[in-house]
């Protein structure tokens, strides 16, 4: 999608250019943050930021100033005489995007951005994002951080063995996203994964059993275990989140396989 390999068939239109015919063009309108950067170790981070906005025409001492509000984006001013090689892994996925900023597109390709970030290094990518976002530009965040996803998507696409399987708003999570319960027995036995089975797909770890799919509500859970002589603790409801929904529309589509 970013140009980088000649697609076998299809076509890839940026803001109306194809990325085919009209690469030069439509390149300068697209930014790209790949799963892994290479950049060479050796070269310090605001001179090599530097040298990829002479490619956009920029006047010497403007791209100076790039680089430096660039670095100071995302976090990296003080390193800016930094080789790259002395980067940790989150520090060198912050230059990447730094680099992929410096033509200031108006299209973005985040791939597996959120890798190797500390909580730090996620809360600005979500702030960068959002701030783009705001600033009305397209951006395309492919992830397997789906929890990080809510929040800031407007669309999301679920892919599965490579092909799309569904597509959901954020609206849409709460129809997909099932009824789960998560309940605290202090004195669970031999037989209690048996005994909650009859109220949905039960997976236990210690004295916390989830319900997946449950089919009663949690006040009516809480008395039926009391009934039953166990000591409950806590009953807590998950309805509707990104994950529930992932992986209900993947359990959908295998089950169609199967049959």
């Known amino acids: 999608m970013a140009g980088l390999l000649e697609p076998d068939s299809g076509n890839i239109i940026v803001d109306g250019l194809d990325l085919r015919r009209e690469k030069p063009l439509a390149s300068e309108k697209l930014g790209l943050v790949p799963d892994q950067s290479y950049f060479d170790p050796g070269s310090r981070a605001g ?118 399987i569904g597509e959901l708003l954020p609206e849409d999570m709460y129809a997909h996203g099932g009824n789960d319960l998560t309940v605290r027995i202090e004195n669970p036995g031999e037989d209690t994964e048996r005994v909650l089975t009859e109220y949905g797909k039960v997976s236990a770890v210690g004295r916390n059993f989830r319900i997946r799919d449950a089919n009663i509500d949690a006040p009516e859970l809480n008395a039926e275990l009391i009934r039953r002589g166990y000591r409950v603790s806590s ?25």
């Open 47 to 164: 001179d090599l930021l530097e040298y990829m906005a002479s490619f956009y025409s920029q006047g010497t001492w403007d791209r100076r100033d790039l680089s430096n509000s660039l670095l100071r984006k995302v976090g990296l001013l003080e390193e800016r005489d930094r080789r790259l090689g002395k980067f940790s892994l989150g520090m060198a996925k912050r230059f990447a995007i730094a680099a992929s900023l410096v033509n200031s597109p108006r299209n973005i390709i985040f791939d597996e951005v959120l890798n190797g970030l500390d909580p730090a290094g996620m809360k600005m990518i979500r702030e960068i994002i959002l701030e783009m976002r705001k600033d009305g530009c397209s951006i395309l965040l492919s992830t397997h951080a789906l929890a990080e996803l809510e929040g800031i998507a407007d669309r999301m696409v679920v892919i599965h063995r490579g092909r799309i």
């Open 235 to 259: 009953i807590s409801r998950e309805n509707g989140s990104l994950e529930n929904a992932f992986l209900r529309l993947i359990e959908k589509v295998d089950q169609k396989t199967q049959s």
